[in-house]
């Protein structure tokens, strides 16, 4: 008797792309979020500045990088617990609804510009089920991939989510 | 800051936030975050059975990346970061974001074990590589 937290649906999905999405990259929206977390490196914000240190103009946070490609979420598609699975191909683990962030580890190759047109392709890497310290839980890796309108590789992303039984 | 200034050893300069609900607010707009367990405390307490709203894990990986790019300097470079949320923070308690380097390697590469600690707690441990200038090139 088996009685996985992973459902047939989702282990089904390792392996395979579960999201494309495009987005471009606004500066305002880049210094909203650097505004967000107290970030107000001049590279960010101060065009002088970044040319200064080798750039053509201002840059992207790095970490800002993943939020460029979100889409529109409607409110009827939200999860009962308000988020959106849209980025993480909508995967839904009926039997662990609690979810948060695991992790991420990015390598970071060039930098984005204002109006660049970025594309992520988000691959499920793994799904494993595990033992912690308070109860069973899923662990899903996704990788994912972001380049810019010429083609170019501008970082690649390992990314985990946790999700736990109600 | 070049890459001639820094040793295996060193540590980087501390950077003590206390995140507060208007910090969170801001950063679940700024990335689109509809999740309740930042903002509706009682979906955390009665659904979650938390004590309270959590901090987003992507803020405290945001912070520990500025005071990553706040030491490095803008001739430096975030080459890679990784990071794993270990426990849970709070609004209203004193995070730390820090790291220490491990090793120098070619191409003025430098490795860091970096942290988000709360007291003794480890929040958030990683890894980071920075790129920094080398002083006779510049």
Redesign the interface.
């Known amino acids: 008797m088996t009685d996985s937290l992973v459902d047939a649906e989702s282990a089904a999905k390792i392996g395979t792309v579960v999201a494309v999405a495009t987005g471009e990259v606004y500066r305002r929206?880049w210094q909203?979020?650097a505004?967000?977390?107290?970030?107000h490196?001049?590279?960010w914000f101060d065009a002088d500045?970044?040319r200064?240190?080798?750039y053509r103009d201002i840059i992207c946070?790095?970490?800002y990088l993943q939020?460029a490609i979100?889409g529109v979420?409607a409110l009827g598609d939200?999860r009962p617990?308000?988020?959106?699975g849209a980025v993480t191909g909508s995967m839904a683990f009926p039997k662990a609804p609690?979810r948060?962030?695991?992790?991420?580890?990015?390598?970071?190759h060039l930098p984005a510009y204002h109006r660049d047109e970025v594309e992520m392709v988000r691959t499920v890497d793994s799904i494993v089920e595990k033992e912690g310290r308070s109860g069973r839980f899923v662990l899903v890796t996704w990788r994912s991939e972001y380049r810019n309108q010429h083609r170019e590789l501008l970082a690649e992303a390992s990314t985990s989510m946790?999700a736990r039984p109600a | 800051m070049y890459f001639e200034d820094v040793a295996a050893g060193d540590k980087i300069p501390v950077l003590t936030v206390s995140v507060d609900e208007t910090q969170m607010f801001f950063f679940s707009a700024a990335t689109y975050n509809g999740h309740r367990i930042h903002y509706d405390k009682q979906w955390a307490r009665d659904v979650e059975g938390y004590d309270d709203v959590l901090v987003q894990g992507p803020l405290q990986a945001a912070l520990l990346s500025r005071a990553l790019t706040d030491w490095v300097g803008g001739h430096g470079r975030l080459v890679a970061f990784s990071v794993q949320n270990r426990a849970i923070a709070h609004p209203g308690q004193d995070l730390d974001f820090g790291g220490v380097i491990t090793g120098k390697r070619d191409g003025g590469l430098v490795d860091l074990d970096i942290f988000c600690r709360r007291g003794d707690d480890v929040l958030m441990p990683g890894t980071a590589t920075v790129a920094l200038p080398k002083r006779d090139t510049s």
């Open positions: 929206d909203r979020w505004a967000a977390v107290g970030d490196n001049p590279l500045y970044a200064e240190h080798g946070p790095p970490l939020y979100l979420a939200l617990d308000g988020s959106s609690r948060m962030a695991g992790g991420e580890s990015t390598t970071f946790i």
